[in-house]
């Protein structure tokens, strides 16, 4: 099946700096969103994004679905970003279920 | 409703005991998900719904777990016989037609743990 892996792993960050999470798929995808699960293990979604570029505020992805990766920028963080990011993938071939990447767990230091 | 709703929110059970979680998606959304997450891990893909059938159940990860939906709206999940490996959060999560080309919206789960 369809892989899906995320980096980096952990990243610590100080408030207000920047930084990019990296989402690879082995795949085509149908869809591709991105999560945040908050420190109360709530999912909350980011961005509904199969290809293309989206920004909300402080934050902005990039799929690049021929290459098979996409991209979360976190601008000017704060320490209410700090959580789990959860990239997810729908593979063309493989039905509707959405696959999970393990995660990157951020922390945002005041 | 206004978004997924799981009930209970916590669920404390005897190791050996049935248990069944349950699952109310967005109105109107025709597939449902269910997740299990252990302790610091990812989610783990357990069921697909469009509307009351079920296209795919590879993830169950044993005979002793079923699922069903009724009335293509509500759904139940069932753990006969729990055992302490059972214990994680179950997440739920609805799309309007189906995770090939819509968006997911999750619940905020229901934390079993078996003793």
Known sequence: ?110 | GAGVSQSPSNKVTEKGKDVELRCDPISGHTALYWYRQSLGQGLEFLIYFQGNSAPDKSGLPSDRFSAERTGGSVSTLTIQRTQQEDSAVYLCASSPQGGLVTEAFFGQGTRLTVV
């Not at chain 1, 960050?13 to 969103?33: H, I, K, M, P, Y």
């Not at chain 1, 992805?61 to 997810?88: H, K, M, N, P, W």
């Not at chain 1, 593979?91 to 999970?100: D, S, V």
């Open chain 1, 1 to 110: 099946g369809i892989q899906v892996e995320q980096s980096p792993p952990d990243l610590i960050l100080q408030e207000g700096a920047n930084s990019t999470l990296r989402c690879n798929f082995s795949d085509s995808v149908n869809n591709l969103q991105w999560f945040h699960q908050n420190p109360w293990g709530q999912l909350i979604n980011l961005f509904y994004i199969p290809s293309g570029t989206k920004q909300n505020g402080r934050l902005s992805a990039t799929t690049v679905a021929t290459e098979r990766y996409s991209l979360l920028y976190i601008s000017s963080s704060q320490t209410t970003d700090s959580g789990v990011y959860f990239c997810a993938v729908v593979a063309y071939n493989q039905g509707g279920k959405l696959i999970f990447g393990q995660g990157t767990e951020l922390s945002v230091k005041p």
